[in-house]
Structure formats: C-alpha cells, structure tokens
C-alpha cells in the first residue's frame, strides 16, 4: 500500500473517531502516525531527524529579509511581484504562466527584502502534485510568506493553502509551543503541566511517544497545547513563520464587502492591476518581519545614514551586529558606543550582549 493511501485511511479514521477524553490516546496515536508519514513521504530517505526536504528552487539569497508569495494560479502574484519590485515576471490571463521562481528586490527604509515569485500550487502540494513540494520548500525559506488570494473567492482557497502548508510542516502566525522535551535513560514518562485540566493528560502524551518509540522522556507544558503542539516538539522539523493574506482584485467587489475584509486579522486588501494599497502592504510587510536597522559610525566621523546594517528583532545585540559586518570582528572586539533609545546615556558604553533597538548608532572600538 502506497504512503498516500495509508495517510488517506489515518485521516478517515481520525474523521470517525469521537473527540472525547476516552479516545484523547487513539487520536494521539494516529496523528503521530500521520506526522510519521507525512514526513517519510516528503523525504523518503529521512531517519527520525531531519526536518522535510524536497529540492526547492535555486534561488540565492540576497537582501536583508525574504518574502514568498504563495497562492493558486491565476490569483496575480506575477503581476504584484512586477508592481512592486519592476521585476518582469510573465503574466497572462491562462494559469500556470509562472513555471519556476522568478525573484524581485524592494528597497524599503534601507532594508533590501527579496521577493519571490512562486508558481501557483494545486491542492494536493504537500503530497508532490504539480511541482507543489518544491514551492512550500522555497517557501519554508522564507521570513514572511503573502498567501495571495482572489477576494470572489477568498475564504475556501484560504483554508486550502493553510492545509498544503501545514501538512509540509510550515505554522503560519504562531510561536513556537513553550514546551519542554528532553529523552532520558531510565524513569518513564513524566509528564508536567503548569496548566490545571489541561486537554491533554498522561495516557494521550504516552500513546504519542510510544508511536515514536520513546520510552523515557521527561515532558513539560508551560500552557495549554493539544496533541498537534506535542507532535510538533517531537517531530522538531516545523517552521513559524508570520503570514499575510493579500486579498487581490478588489476592484471587482463592493465597498460594504471590502470593509468586511478590511476587519479580519493579518489581512491587506489589494489591487496590483491599478496599483491599489501596494503601500500599505509594504507597510504591514515590515511590520511583520519585524526587523532591526542598525547604522555604523566610524569613529571621528558622521554616522552613515544612507546603508544601515539590517537585523532580526530576536538577534540583534551587538555580537549579532560585528557578526554581520565581519566574522573576524567580534575576536577583536573591546566595546562598543551606542546612540539610541537602547541605552539611558548619549553615548553609552555597552558590552557583546547588548540588545540594540531600532535606528540606533553603534561605534565598534576595538582591542589594540
């Protein structure tokens, strides 16, 4: 029996069977199975580590921050792409005009981000049908993914592309379950959690390692997770990554539909066409990558304005900063001078670990 048919019996078993705490173990089971599965199928030689592979699009990267457009064909990726970077990409009223991965580079508050644009997946991607394996790849990539859609039909081709992407290991618009799992010798199961009446309980936490063969674990929950949460700790290969839905087209609805949108989370309304709100997006687009600039200053001289040096908000304390500029630089590091809203005084001086804010001015000093 192929690997398809198998994941098609799981699911079918998981849509017959109750959710109720009697069966919390089954279902554990199974969607171990299923995490199992899914991953033999998009890495046929993986063992029990590594992440999903699959090719991917050879696309280097370049710029400070990458974004994918993800959506069904025909929905205007190409012609966004080429609005907003002057990238030509082909677009044409037949699908599938978009054969490979075509890149664009925006520049934005001194940032380059790379945009690319991917070709339209079908339903049935994660499973490899219609070059759909190698897109998520590219898009597993990614710092942001726009997951553009046609505003006549937003909502099914929405929850379609969430299903492609969640089952090739990508969480759109989550952080990453504050759970704690480490193996051990001897001592069984134990299990944890900070939370009274959790939805899950030992029975369901002990099916799901037993499917992966772990006998002795330690396991704690510093919230409330569900069985997906704990497979996704174990599997240890999911990506999070922050989501945009870019509803295209919008010069075909009306103003009462478009306010209605207009009030769903992570949504931007669009129309590439006529060149409608592509500020806003870019706008919303940084905000979600959340990145750092941080400008140099060499010493005796005016800060450099023009080439900030591009951070992510979770790296980016002055270790993040030479290691961006040189490798070499930190082992002659000594201290460094920072203007900005991270330090009380105008200069300050500050240690490797400190964590630099936004437009803040550093001067590296070094050892002699």
């Known amino acids: 029996m192929s690997i398809i048919q198998r994941i098609k019996e799981i699911e079918d078993e998981m849509a017959r069977t109750q959710k109720n705490k009697a069966t919390m173990g089954h279902l554990g089971m199974l969607k171990a199975k299923l995490a199992k599965l899914r991953r033999d199928l998009l890495e046929p030689n993986s063992g029990a580590k590594g992440g999903p592979g699959g090719e991917g699009f050879d696309v280097t990267k370049v710029g400070d921050a990458r974004v994918g457009f993800v959506g069904f064909p025909s929905v205007g990726k190409s012609t966004l792409l080429t609005k907003l970077t002057g990238t030509y990409s082909e677009a044409a009223s037949y699908e599938f005009t978009t054969l490979t991965c075509i890149p664009g580079i925006v520049r ?14 079908i339903e049935g991607a994660k499973d490899g049908k219609g070059r759909g394996r190698q897109v998520i790849s590219t898009a597993r990539t990614c710092n942001l993914i726009l997951i553009v859609l046609d505003c006549l039909k937003p909502l099914t081709h929405k929850r379609l592309i969430e299903h492609e992407l969640e089952g090739f290991g990508i969480r759109l618009n989550k952080k990453p379950p504050n759970i704690t799992f480490r193996k ?10 900070a939370v009274q009446n959790s939805k899950l309980d030992l029975d369901a936490v002990r099916a799901v390692c037993s499917e992966y063969r772990i006998h002795n674990a330690d396991i704690h929950m510093n919230d409330d997770y569900d069985i997906d949460d704990l497979v996704d700790v174990i599997e240890g290969s999911r990506v999070y990554i922050p989501a945009i839905y870019v509803i295209n087209k919008i010069d075909q609805i009306t103003i009462e539909e478009l306010e209605i949108m207009d009030k769903l989370l992570h949504y931007c309304p669009i129309c590439a066409f006529h060149e409608w709100n592509l500020d806003g997006l870019i706008e919303m687009a940084w905000e979600y990558l959340d990145l750092v600039r941080v400008y140099t200053k060499p010493k005796g001289k005016l800060p450099d304005f023009n080439e900030p040096v591009v951070l992510h908000r979770h790296h980016c304390t002055v270790e993040d900063f030479c290691n961006r500029i040189h490798k070499t630089l930190v082992k002659q590091f000594k201290y460094a001078l920072v203007w900005g809203s991270s330090v009380k005084h105008r200069p300050q001086r500050v240690g490797r670990d400190h964590v630099l804010h936004d437009e803040d001015i550093v001067q590296i000093v070094k050892r002699i």
């Open 108 to 121: 934005y508050r001194g940032a380059k981000i790379q945009m690319l644009d991917l070709p339209g997946i």
């Open 184 to 193: 051990k010798d001897r001592g069984g199961i134990n299990f944890t959690c």
